[in-house]
């Protein structure tokens, strides 16, 4: 079982830059693949970022590939989502994901948090 608090959204103009994290409790975190969705108005969550349980491999979707980078600190139970050149059209609200596979947190992951918004002004 794994609980997940997402955090660090707020309103930012186009050109700059969020950290959004994700705090998780629960034993499994650390042998968890992790993952960001996001969710625009009116169109259908779409994956984002996914990263392996060592940190080793990340995965990311064409649109933010080069903008946004996954990482994640097993220390602190945290999985982080480091926003650059971000873009109105990356206006959403996001969600970390958790699962035990990469399959699985690509795609109907099995953990969800709360989801933070995230708007990007031009």
């Known amino acids: 079982q794994v609980q997940l608090v997402e955090s660090g959204g707020g309103l930012v103009q186009a050109g700059g830059s969020l950290r959004l994290s994700c705090a998780a409790s629960g034993r499994t975190f650390s042998t968890s693949y992790m993952g960001w969705f996001r969710q625009a108005p009116g169109k259908e969550r779409e994956f984002v970022a996914a990263?392996?349980?060592?940190?080793?491999?990340?995965y990311y979707s064409d649109s933010v590939k080069g903008r946004l980078t996954i990482s994640r600190d097993n220390a602190k139970n945290t999985v982080y989502l480091q926003m650059n050149s971000l873009k109105p059209e990356d206006t959403a609200v996001y969600y970390c994901?958790?699962?035990?596979?990469?399959?699985?947190?690509?795609?109907?992951?099995?953990?969800w948090g709360q989801g933070t918004q995230v708007t990007v002004s031009s």
């Open positions: 994901a958790a699962d035990s596979s990469i399959v699985g947190v690509t795609t109907t992951a099995r953990y």
């Open positions: 990263i392996s349980w060592s940190g080793g491999w990340a």
